[in-house]
């Protein structure tokens, strides 16, 4: 069973109206445990309601999205959150951390709702902190950390809380070259541990980082890598793993 199906999805907004978007049009793929997804398209393209559905920010219009076999369209907002904080970890390009904690505390805080005791939670966000080389800041404020550090501090929070699904959107966007490198090997660190890692970017030399391509364009997939020499005219909305 895959771990992540899409069948036949469309996201659309101001539907039956002049202004109509089919933000995603007709979308159907699969993603298999343990695999390094890129999602890659330009702005607008769709990849970023891709990776809102896929991570169960948002709900299809129509179709049928299955995450381990759960079926999550229909879901309530608090039945979508249950299953993030069970099943997926995020790294976005803004970092999302909050202010007013500290390092380690952000880096606890998923942990907290999924009911991790407090010792634990402390124990287990140093540990992800050692690993991304920044555990001595595990007391500084955000705001006192450089860009680099902060994305670190993102990688220890999806380290720690120990998910699954790792979904990473443009996380190295607001960083040098270095840093970015540091920061993909990181991600490429979890993958070989066992997390299915889904990149989305809009960066050629980034996608080319993972296993696995998919193309996103006009709401649709133009280009899956899994297909490259197998099947060349496979319609583009309905480019699935076997």
Sequence with gaps: MSLIRLDNVYKIYAQGQENQVNALDGVTLEIQRGEFVAIIGTSGSGKSTMMNILGCLDVPTSGAYYLDGTPISGRSRRELELIRSRKIAFIFQGYNLIPSLNVWQNVALPMLYQKVPLAQRRARALEALERVDIAAKANSRPGQLSG?????????????????????????????????????????EMNREGTTVILITHDNGIAAQADRTVRVMDGKIVHDSLWDGVLVDLPVSRAVAP
């Design 148 to 188: 680099g550090q902060q994305q670190r501090v993102a990688i220890a929070r999806a380290i720690a809380a120990r998910s699954p699904i790792l979904m990473a959107d443009e996380p190295t966007g607001a960083l040098d070259s270095k840093t970015g490198a540091q920061v993909l090997e990181l991600m490429r």
